[in-house]
């Protein structure tokens, strides 16, 4: 399992964002970072563990269109 280091003031769900590109595999992150879970920010140094992800088709998307 990979692992990044946060920076000071660094959330859990922007780390999940940047490194996935998406927020569908937070609460797998979540899950996988039990000792994060009282902390709204980061402290410098914590250490953030990021489970493998493999998107579904049914994540996957195209974008959105409002006109067809």
């Known amino acids: 399992m990979k692992h990044v280091v946060a920076s000071q003031n660094d959330r859990l ?11 569908e595999p937070l609460n797998m992150v979540m899950l996988a970072n039990a000792h994060l879970m009282s902390k709204t920010i980061l402290d410098a140094g914590d250490k953030v563990y990021l489970p493998t ?16």
Do not use: M, P
């Not at 049914?58 to 959105?64: A, H, L, P, Y």
């Open 13 to 23: 769900d922007t780390i999940v964002y940047t490194y996935y590109g998406t927020l």
């Open 53 to 68: 992800y493999t998107a579904t088709k049914e994540s996957e998307s195209d974008g959105v269109s409002l006109w067809q």
